[in-house]
């Protein structure tokens, strides 16, 4: 049974970093592109970043860059993000997702697995 557990969220202030990890677990990922998606209270869930299979190739959501960083650890079946200046703006579930292929991809559909979100609440 394949499973994806997100970890690291919490309550932090503006202008904090937070580090969420997304463990899969059930087969081996290392051949597929994972990625962020978020979903703010009231609002649509929203791509945030994506990362090929290899880890060389990623993707971002305008309003994050810069300050989020996609990465991935194929020996871990692990992928992170690395959240810097953190905004109430950013404020949402966070969910770690699995792609169909090995490529970036910045849109739901084109995700086959999902986990079942972690909390980030930015307070100002």
């Known amino acids: 049974q394949v499973q994806l557990v997100e970890s690291g969220g919490g309550l932090v202030q503006a202008g904090d970093s937070l580090r969420l990890s997304c463990a899969a677990s059930?087969?081996?990922?290392?051949?597929?592109?994972m990625g962020w998606f978020r979903r703010a209270p009231g609002k649509e869930r929203e791509f945030v970043a994506a990362?090929?299979?290899?880890?060389?190739?990623?993707y971002y959501e305008d309003s994050v860059k810069g300050r989020f960083t996609i990465s991935r650890d194929n020996a871990k079946n692990t992928v992170y993000l690395q959240m810097h200046s953190l905004k109430p703006e950013d404020t949402a579930v966070y969910y770690c997702?699995?792609?169909?292929?090995?490529?970036?991809?910045?849109?739901?559909?084109?995700?086959?697995?999902w986990g079942q979100g972690t909390q980030v609440t930015v307070s100002s």
């Open positions: 990362i090929s299979w290899s880890g060389v190739s990623t």
């Open positions: 059930g087969r081996t990922f290392s051949s597929y592109g």
């Open positions: 997702a699995v792609a169909r292929t090995g490529g970036i991809v910045g849109v739901a559909p084109a995700y086959a697995y």
